[in-house]
């Protein structure tokens, strides 16, 4: 990659790139469209607090002066008095299959580590999405196993795989 990628807070010139990658089937891709959805929610929601909270995220992919996309976490609860966070990542088509998801992913993970007390990020996808998996294990995340039935797309459930990085894990 001649340029090197980073990721910034979102900002709201940025909100069509998340509008068009949930809302426009065509960009959003087979394993990322979920239907309609409120079209205005990501502008309420930067207008509340930038898309940046405690509990959760979203910033965006940079190359250069380019949006490429975007990466999300939010707090999932695991136990009483523990949690992990899982992530996610939408790209544009355009910046699909040159290894910007897996470095977008990778740098994501840098962040959580160093501005969180987290111990734990998890991603999850569709066992059908071998491109996201081969990108999660780049990106340093390891495969724990699969998940039946796990979530509901183009009217079938899907069985999804889900991948895990711990602090401890050797550096990505």
Known sequence: MDTELALRPVGENDLAVLERLTQDPESSGEFAWFGWTDPYRYRRRWA?????????????????????????????????????????????????????????QRLLVRYLFAHTTVHRIEADTEVDNLAEQKA?????????????????????????VVYGVLRTDPAV
Do not use: K
Request: hydrophobic residues 35%; neutral net charge.
């Open 48 to 104: 509340e607090d930038g898309l940046l909270s405690d509990d959760d995220g979203a910033l965006m992919v940079r190359r250069g002066d380019e949006r490429l996309g975007f990466v999300v976490w939010h707090r999932r609860q695991t136990g009483r008095a523990s949690h992990c966070l899982s992530v996610g990542i939408g790209m544009l088509p355009e910046a699909r299959g040159r290894g910007y998801g897996t470095e977008a």
């Open 136 to 160: 999660l294990e780049r990106a340093g995340f390891s495969r724990e196993g699969v998940l039946r039935a796990f979530g509901w797309r183009d009217g079938a459930w899907r069985d999804g």
